[in-house]
C-alpha cells in the first residue's frame, strides 16, 4: 500500500516561483499514474497535472507552460515546479496515485497562497 506525503506549499508573489513535493512509500507497482490536484473553498478538486503509465503527461490549460510535473523513481518523490505563479493558483494542492483497479490514494495537501 503505498503512502504519499506532500510539501513545499507557501506565500509567494505574483510571478514567483514554487516547488512541491510528494514523497511516496510502499508498493507502487500496481500505481495507474500520479500528479496533482487542487481545490479552493467551496469548490471541486481541480486535476493540475498528471503522469498516466503508457500515456504521458497531462497539464489543465491554465498552468501550461508554467508548472511542470517530473518523478524521481530513485528518491521516489514526485514533484510540481510552479512558475509564474498568479493569485489564481492560490489553492490547497494534493497529490494523488491512481491505482489500476481506480483507487484513489491522497497526500494530505499542502497550501500555496499568491498574493497580487
Known amino acids: 500500500q503505498v503512502e504519499l506525503v506532500d510539501s513545499g506549499g507557501d506565500l509567494v508573489q505574483s510571478g514567483g516561483s514554487l516547488k512541491l513535493s510528494c514523497a511516496y512509500t510502499g508498493s507502487t507497482m500496481d500505481i495507474k499514474a500520479m500528479g496533482w490536484y487542487r481545490q479552493t473553498p467551496g469548490n471541486q478538486r481541480e486535476l493540475v497535472a498528471s503522469q498516466t503509465n503508457g500515456e504521458g503527461l497531462y497539464y489543465v490549460d491554465s498552468v501550461k507552460g508554467r508548472f511542470t510535473l517530473s518523478r524521481d523513481n530513485v528518491k521516489n518523490i514526485m514533484y510540481l515546479q510552479m512558475d509564474s505563479l498568479k493569485p489564481e493558483d492560490t489553492a490547497g494542492y494534493y497529490c494523488?496515485?491512481?491505482?489500476?483497479?481506480?483507487?484513489?490514494?491522497w497526500g494530505q495537501g499542502t497550501q500555496v497562497a499568491v498574493s497580487s
Open positions: 494523488y496515485a491512481k491505482h489500476y483497479d481506480n483507487r484513489l490514494t
